[in-house]
């Protein structure tokens, strides 16, 4: 069904008069069996829990966004794209978001599929159910990044995962047309945060210069039950201009800045920002002083001289072996303290020996960058010993507490009572005390100050998507209305036309199989000629508003 959406009405081939009526069919099953792929027809009895959708009424496929959606070279988003193309000419994102608010609009329904051009009709109820199918059949902490790849699909282009520049990505997906965004999924209420030290770095150090300016669109639900019904979509820009008066537009955003003279200069230091090693300097020295900024790339990665030496692709994934190292290690510790629970328990002596010989320990040594490194060599060496001798540690220790509890539970009952809870609490202050810091100060943005710094943002309301049930249906009973004819012949005779292939192939009786063969050779004709008539008799999208 997918490549059949890509253009509704596939070309026709050309008869060849001397091929056999078997091979004629052939080909009909090769153009036209598309048509029905994916597709799920309904009865009218059937019922969903779920809320309206056009395949409810109508029998069209349903698209399932993921998270591939947002990789240009997935097989998931180029078999998507055939679909989206019929919107991704149609300027910016408030244009493609428009052209999709129209067909959720009754009003404008009514001018839908002038000249029985109807594959945009198609394409767009499948793309505002899979848009329904983001907002509803996801859970609310995943349905935000599977909402970034059906919004990277809409605009043709990509979700953004991985560093960019040496900076952590602030944006959530990148426009076709190259233009930074950051998406916020929120209830009507809830402010709009971002990392302080993240938004710094991008706008004035990311790949050593920054990028001027970044877009966060926002979209607000209204919800009708479990349902999202309505979605009110906004937008507006944080730019290297607008930065400190968007900071200092609430108490909350001006402790991040810091004391009145701290402010001032970090103020004055943007006024007269420079892609120079000497204005990074002095951005690196302000920005010590400024409480919102903790751990960031000035931090890290500019050095006394002012120059921008970024992560190296090869840095990070040294850092990710390393990291996965001492996960092992907490791994080895947690299995080495279970085995010998078990064997206090069971009456046994300890073995830590034993079962070290069980398990390949290698991961207790770091991964060692440069082999030719004798030091590092000999570091990593020790740092293995030191794990071993600390397993052994924590075997002794958690068989001996073990021990000591299986004693006091065959005293008395409730003997064990006072071990387990000194364990706890002993267990509790260590991790409070290694607990660290969150991920950085959050800038806070609510819907009133968005309002407030309209024209300093460059805020904008794109409009409003309504998917609630009743809607839906409206719009539907208009788009059968407009299909009932020629489109819902073509529908029908192809799902008979598949019908009958199957038969022709699968019937017991000779005579069965020949019949149906003949039904589905004059069904294919139909639905061929019903598609090339749909081909001439179209028009351009571009009469469709």
């Excluded at 009405?9 to 091929?19: A, P, S, W």
């Excluded at 902490?141 to 909402?147: I, N, Y």
């Excluded at 009572?417 to 991920?439: N, T, W």
């Excluded at 061929?528 to 508003?545: A, I, R, Y």
């Amino acid at each position: 069904m997918s490549d059949y959406i890509k253009d509704m009405f596939i070309e026709v081939r050309e008869k060849d008069e001397t091929i056999s009526p078997l091979t004629e069919l052939e080909q009909m099953i090769e153009e036209v069996s598309k048509v029905l792929h994916g597709v799920t027809m309904l009865n009218e009895d059937e019922t969903l829990e779920e809320g309206e959708r056009y395949s409810m009424s109508i029998p069209i496929p349903k698209l399932n966004p993921n998270e591939a959606w947002g990789d240009p070279d997935s097989q998931s988003r180029k078999d998507i794209d055939r679909i989206f193309a019929s919107i991704t000419r149609q300027g910016g994102i408030k244009e493609r978001i428009q052209h999709v608010n129209s067909f959720v609009d009754p009003k404008t329904a009514q001018r839908k599929g002038k000249g029985k051009r109807f594959n945009a009709i198609l394409n767009m109820m499948m793309i505002i159910e899979a848009l329904q199918a983001c907002l509803n059949d996801y859970s609310e902490s995943s349905a935000g990044f599977v909402f970034e790849g059906f919004m990277a699909a809409l605009t043709g282009g990509s979700q953004q995962a991985d560093r960019v520049g040496g900076t952590l990505p602030i944006e959530d997906f990148v426009t076709g047309d190259n233009e930074n965004v950051s998406l916020k999924l929120l209830s009507p209420n809830t402010g709009i945060h971002g990392s302080f030290t993240n938004l710094v770095d991008y706008l004035f150090l990311r790949g050593g210069s920054g990028e001027p300016d970044i877009k966060y669109l926002i979209g607000r639900k209204n919800s009708e039950g479990d349902d999202v019904s309505q979605l009110a979509i906004f937008d507006f820009v944080i730019s290297r201009e607008n930065f400190m008066t968007i900071m200092e537009s609430s108490k909350k955003n001006r402790s991040l800045l810091g004391d009145e003279e701290t402010k001032n200069r970090l103020k004055l230091q943007i006024q007269n920002f420079s892609d120079s090693s000497k204005w990074k300097v002095g951005m690196q020295e302000i920005l010590e002083n400024v409480p919102g900024y903790t751990r960031g790339m000035f931090s890290k990665n500019v050095d006394p001289a002012g120059q921008f030496e970024p992560d190296e692709e090869s840095d990070l994934a040294d850092k990710k072996r390393t990291q996965y190292s001492k996960v092992k290690v907490k791994a080895y510790k947690m299995d080495a303290e279970n085995s010998a629970e078990q064997a206090a328990k069971a009456g046994q002596q300890p073995n830590f020996e034993k079962w070290a010989k069980t398990h390949d320990l290698k991961d207790l040594m770091p991964p060692i960058l440069d082999p030719e490194d004798q030091a590092e060599v000999a570091k990593a060496q020790k740092i293995q010993q030191r794990n071993f001798a600390n397993l052994q540690k924590y075997y002794n220790a958690a068989y001996t507490a073990a021990a000591e509890e299986a004693r006091q539970v065959a005293e008395s009952h409730f003997g064990a009572f006072h071990v387990r809870e000194k364990r706890m609490m002993q267990e509790e202050r260590a991790l409070m005390e290694g607990g660290g810091r969150d991920g950085g100060s959050q800038w806070e943005i609510t819907q009133t100050l968005m309002d407030k710094l309209r024209k300093v943002a460059k805020s904008q309301y794109y409009g409003e998507l309504d998917m609630s049930d009743e809607n839906i249906k409206a719009c539907a009973a208009i788009y059968i209305e407009k299909l009932k004819d020629d489109m819902m012949a073509l529908l029908e005779t192809t799902k008979s036309f598949t019908e009958n292939v199957g038969k022709y192939f699968s019937a017991d009786r000779r005579s069965t199989a020949m019949n149906a063969n003949e039904k589905a050779q004059e069904e294919g004709k139909t639905v061929v000629n019903l598609l090339q008539q749909s081909k001439t008799k179209g028009e351009e999208d571009s009469d469709l508003e």
